[in-house]
């Protein structure tokens, strides 16, 4: 059974710590120094879908403005993947997001995943590529 986490305290947050670091830096290369950046603080949500006791999947979320989050850093881990957990994540986000009273969700959604968050009800805000070090992103966003 798939359990969700609002994940506020620090020993929660590791979880979302673990998916990021078997799925990103040990995935891809991607140095704990770039995977973990000055949004990785307190202040900062997080959604992490638990196996049992076992983090599968997770997402973060902050403030951009007063009406907006950016939700970002959405990893689910590989033998998990194709089990619709990542749009899981996005939904419970989204839910929370609601709950706060944010009435805009923005996404930089890697190149290859546009497909998934159009899927979610997200739309392309100019369609100009944002290139990244190791993935190219495209702004999207969604009025909640």
């Known amino acids: 059974m798939i359990n969700v986490l609002r994940a506020t305290e620090e020993w929660q947050r590791a979880g979302a710590y673990s998916v990021r670091i078997q799925g990103m830096n040990r995935q891809h290369g991607i140095s704990l120094r770039e995977e973990f950046d000055d949004n990785d603080k307190d202040g900062t949500n997080y959604i992490v879908l638990l196996d049992g006791d076992y983090p599968i999947a ?12 950016l939700i970002g850093r959405v990893v689910v881990l590989p033998e998990y993947r ?3 957990l990542g ?41 100009n590529i944002i290139k990244g070090n190791i993935f190219n992103c495209i702004e999207m966003e969604k009025h909640i």
């Open 58 to 69: 997770t997402c973060r979320f902050y403030e951009t403005d007063k009406d907006t989050v």
């Open 87 to 127: 749009r899981r994540v996005i939904e419970e986000a989204e839910k929370w997001i609601k709950e706060l009273g944010y009435g805009k969700i923005n996404i930089n959604a890697r190149v290859e995943a546009v497909g998934f968050y159009e899927k979610l009800g997200y739309n392309q805000v100019s369609g």
């Open 82 to 84: 194709g089990k619709q």
